[in-house]
């Protein structure tokens, strides 16, 4: 510890403070795990949600358990880090200090603020209230929860049908809303004909809607075009260059004129960073996100890093980083770094992100990944297989081991693991109103009544 | 079939409605699947709850799908057994007919009731608003995020503690309280100190309250020592020939005057017949049970069977069958045989159980198994590998087939899965009050302020 780093003499050690337990805090804190210093990672949830595989939480293909790891089971080895489960409201940053609407106060040589991003609704009409977003795991559970409930109300009651309770709105053509469009769609042709022995599987329809006319805006023209052949060839209905203009308990109102009844809206149409980071009082930027350096730090608070969704980084070209988990892995990693570097006085240097390329599922059989001008469309057991290596390579940064996915990797793969429970009834309510409001069936449903014997 | 079962000529296939998908439900069920007959099995929830072990759910010891499966998976590949999500809310007995809410009905040619039953909380004042039962899936979701949240709470802020943030009450005695209580105690004792580096694990207490004065006290006096003995060696204080007076947001207040501070009390305190069984108009016996004959139909009503937890049922020789999943289970294939042998028109033969014994999990390492008059205090390996092994009878009996138990198992084993997440946010909602209320504490408390660098 170099003099400027215990200016008080006190002979304590460093603290580091680290905000956020997502790919960067974790990453973060991981890089300084059995060093010099103390690490407080504090997170609202008591877990590390894996954000890329959400949706296969949401479409009952991996349990909450496969993508959620208490972050303090991932540092219980490292007694040097300590975790502490808190909301953080408010953030001193040039005390490096941050504070709890309840009295609670941290304060750090480093400050580190990875606090992510939440969903943007875009001040669309009813779209708070009424639909479902998949950005945390808690709302991975309530909709699959919900698409359940759709499933099992439509099977109990066909006249269900008409009032949208098969009908999935996904609104969103990015990664996450063609990954969630693409397994809700495996869901439906294969899970459902299966296990729902009564139900014409056929009624089940899926939209996706997005104001821009591109899926997976990121990826080149030919990746869109690739991705909403594979949509619609597995039945999605796509409605791209059009607008939401509402969203009502009961349908989604589309630019146009078109109105979807549905019991299900999932929202996947963008983020803005998370609340706490309005509340800085730092200069932000596209999606109120926190500007920084190309150290990653806050201009005149070289102690104070943003890192991740919650930070709108540039490139050394002037272009801003995507908002990519692998991204935030680096720049976790890189803070982590040039804290040790700090400490042992030596000069930092500027973040670089080793594009590693980007990726989508679309749906189990389908895939795009391009890596700077080389783009790969994949098919079958090959994209599964890519997909699988992808997301061991992230979450082994942050579980700092890969025994942990290839023994997820397994249970997948046997597929002996059903995970659709219906275990959050707030989201598996549906009003479907008083049984008097319910249409005339328009053909005769299957009567749930047997003959008396 | 006989003329008998098809009165009216149809020739419709005769059908069997089952209501309740637990142990006796679907082991009913499973004995049809594949027969001539058309079974709709009804449950509440889309899943089977494998209630023995929802202690260790509650516990983050397994996770949810370790002992949830949904009922459409079990009989994915039974086309005569479809399965329904619906509330039952009434029951035409003379007619053989359930209804809900909304307006569906389903109507058998045989009708099976086993609904299960429902926390008993004995008319306790506050018990129904402020303890956390421990009886269903979600019960013991909700419990597992309470217990962690109140652990969180406690590493936060140590002034929390004397508000009784690390203390538990486990109301009741019986085996699902020796279980929680034995569990937590591990919990305490081996998870606590690994995962909360700043915690002082001493400060956690574990209370049990009884009004009776023997624990586990269906087995014999030589086993309510050895619970007892194994339970206080593991630090649980037991409060035995003790009433609870009343449970508050706070607190649990004992008959003699005794208050406990405390932020989670768990009522497993008993159990009654579901609220169903109230709505049939038949006579009942203790708990709200239903009284049935020797055939485990309703006088007067041979094609009405009542099953499980919700029947009152006497052995040959007049004493109450216990309520046990075994049991359950055994009445499910006997109800399931005795509607094949009434379809072939076959004589009925009474009920009769075969007593494999009963058997309590006390903590990890240790486990009382009674048969008949012989008993086993089992230790260590011993104990977990019989409990292993009464389970994966059990599961085997519902699942219908030994591999998941197996794979299950293997996990459980390894403990590499940590699924103490909190995702059920209501129920990881302590209310300590604003800050001001928060007593100055009593020694010094560490405090999460670090000094500033």
Redesign the interface.
């Known amino acids: 510890m170099t003099p400027a780093?215990?200016?008080?003499g006190?002979g304590?050690r460093?603290?580091v403070?680290i905000v956020g337990g997502g790919f960067a805090g974790v990453a973060c804190a991981r890089e300084l795990a059995g060093t010099d210093v103390?690490v407080?990672l504090i997170d609202r949830?008591?877990?590390h949600q894996f954000q890329p595989l959400l949706y296969q939480v949401a479409t009952a293909q991996l349990?909450?358990?496969d993508v959620?790891?208490?972050l303090?089971?991932l540092f219980?080895k490292d007694?040097n880090?300590?975790?502490?489960?808190?909301e953080v409201t408010e953030v001193d940053v040039a005390?490096?200090?941050v504070r709890t609407a309840?009295?609670?106060?941290?304060?750090?040589?480093h400050l580190v603020l990875a606090t992510g991003a939440q969903p943007n609704f875009y001040r669309t009409p009813g779209a708070a209230e009424h639909s479902l977003p998949l950005y945390s795991?808690?709302d991975a559970?309530r909709l699959r929860s919900r698409i359940?409930?759709a499933f099992?109300a439509a099977?109990?009651?066909p006249r269900l049908v008409d009032q949208g309770a098969l009908t999935f709105v996904v609104v969103g053509g990015g990664a996450t809303g063609v990954e969630i469009a693409g397994a809700l769609a495996d869901f439906v042709t294969t899970v459902v004909p299966?296990?729902?022995?009564?139900l014409d599987v056929h009624q089940a329809r899926i939209h996706l809607v997005d104001h821009g006319t591109a899926l997976l805006a990121p990826f080149s023209p030919e990746a869109h075009e690739y991705a909403a052949k594979v949509l619609q060839r597995d039945g999605v209905r796509l409605h791209l260059g059009t607008a939401v203009e509402e969203v009502t308990p009961a349908a989604v109102r589309l630019e146009g004129g078109t109105t979807l009844p549905t019991r299900c809206v999932i929202w996947a149409g963008g983020v803005q960073a998370a609340d706490v980071a309005a509340r800085c009082g730092l200069p932000r930027g596209r999606g109120g996100r926190l500007r920084v350096g190309h150290d990653l730090s806050v201009e005149g608070h070289p102690r104070v890093f943003v890192l991740g969704d919650v930070a709108a980084v540039e490139s050394p070209d002037g272009t801003p980083y995507p908002q990519l988990g692998s991204v935030a892995l680096q720049q976790g990693q890189w803070a982590g770094k040039t804290i040790r570097a700090d400490l042992a006085g030596q000069p930092r240097r500027a973040f670089h992100y080793h594009d590693k390329g980007i990726m989508a599922m679309i749906g189990r059989g389908a895939a795009v990944a391009e890596m700077g001008h080389k783009r790969h469309e994949l098919h079958g057991a090959i994209a599964f297989a890519s997909w699988l290596g992808v997301h061991a390579w992230l979450m082994s940064g942050v579980r700092g081991r890969i025994?942990?996915f290839v023994?997820w990797g397994w249970?997948y793969f046997?597929g002996?693991?059903?995970?659709?429970?219906?275990?959050?009834?707030s989201a598996a309510t549906i009003d479907?109103g008083e049984?008097g409001q319910v249409p005339p069936p328009r053909t005769p449903a299957p009567a749930?009544?047997?003959?008396?014997?």
């Open positions: 780093d215990d200016p008080a006190t304590a460093p603290r403070v103390d407080t949830n008591n877990y349990a909450p358990i959620g790891t208490p303090r089971n219980r007694r880090v300590d975790v502490k489960q808190a005390g490096r200090t309840d009295g609670l106060s941290w304060t750090g040589d795991l808690i559970e359940i409930a099992d099977d109990r009651d299966q296990e729902y022995h009564d025994d942990a023994s249970d046997s002996n693991r059903t995970p659709g429970l219906v275990d959050h009834p479907f049984p749930p009544v047997a003959p008396a014997g």
